[in-house]
């Protein structure tokens, strides 16, 4: 079955750390991949996307993602992290060509610590 | 609107009751969704509408699970004989064109809890 996993359900750092987290997903064939942030109190937002193109994507708020199609990973990345970043992050994947329906992680919950 | 909205925000029934959960997309939006998402858990896909038409109800969990968007706008959501582990947000999403994947916009989501 379509799986997304994201390795860490908890993450703590301190302002100006640096920030990676990971998500690997199981399907074999192209895929449309996401990652949403939901800030406390808010609704889920768009981070960033990947269709096509250049693995590295660059999204809101200075957050980019990589796109390793051999490892099946979209890692998403931060170099400095802000405590405004206390949010839980949500990586998708949309198996193209199927339905528009996307297929979440469990999402990490990260804390940034003044 | 400006943004997706959805009502109630918080939900408590009893277990047997009939609840309606109810989505106003974007004014214009073709494609409607709706998430299910349990406590600690990402949102598991329930169902798909393009305008007025259900395309896909393939994470519906039981036939409990009844959704329409019968003008192509505003959607409900309803859940017959609630069950406990109907516990959960239900969040909607919309978007402007047909490929929903262009733009989706989030609601805040409706917390259903049943006791």
């Known amino acids: 079955a379509q799986s997304v996993s994201q390795h860490n359900h908890h993450v703590i750092l301190s302002e100006a750390a640096s920030l990676e987290l990971g998500c690997n997903y199981s399907y074999g064939g192209t895929v449309n991949l996401f990652w949403y942030v939901q800030y406390p109190g808010q609704h889920l937002q768009l981070l960033l996307k990947?269709?096509?193109?250049?693995?590295l994507v660059k999204g809101i708020k200075g957050f980019e993602a990589e796109f390793i199609k051999s490892k099946f990973s979209f890692n998403l990345r931060k170099p400095s992290v802000q405590w405004s970043d206390t949010a839980e992050y949500f990586c998708a994947v949309n198996p193209s060509g199927g339905y528009n329906k996307l297929i979440f992680g469990a999402g990490t919950r990260l804390a940034v610590h003044p | 609107g400006a943004g997706v909205s959805q009502s109630p925000r918080y939900k408590v029934a009893k277990r047997g009751q009939d609840v309606a959960l109810r989505c106003d997309p974007i004014s214009g939006h073709v494609s409607l969704f709706w998430y299910q998402q349990a406590l600690g858990q990402g949102p598991e896909f329930l169902t798909y509408?393009?305008?007025?038409?259900?395309?896909?109800k393939s994470g519906l969990p039981s036939d409990r699970f009844f959704a329409e968007r019968p003008e192509g706008s505003v959607s409900t959501l309803k859940i017959q004989r609630t069950q406990q582990e109907d516990s959960a947000v239900y969040l909607c999403?919309?978007?402007?064109?047909?490929?929903?994947?262009?733009?989706?916009?989030f609601g805040s989501g409706t917390r259903l809890t049943v006791v």
């Open positions: 509408f393009q305008n007025e038409a259900q395309l896909d």
């Open positions: 999403a919309s978007s402007l064109t047909g490929q929903g994947l262009y733009g989706y916009t």
């Open positions: 990947y269709f096509s193109g250049d693995p």
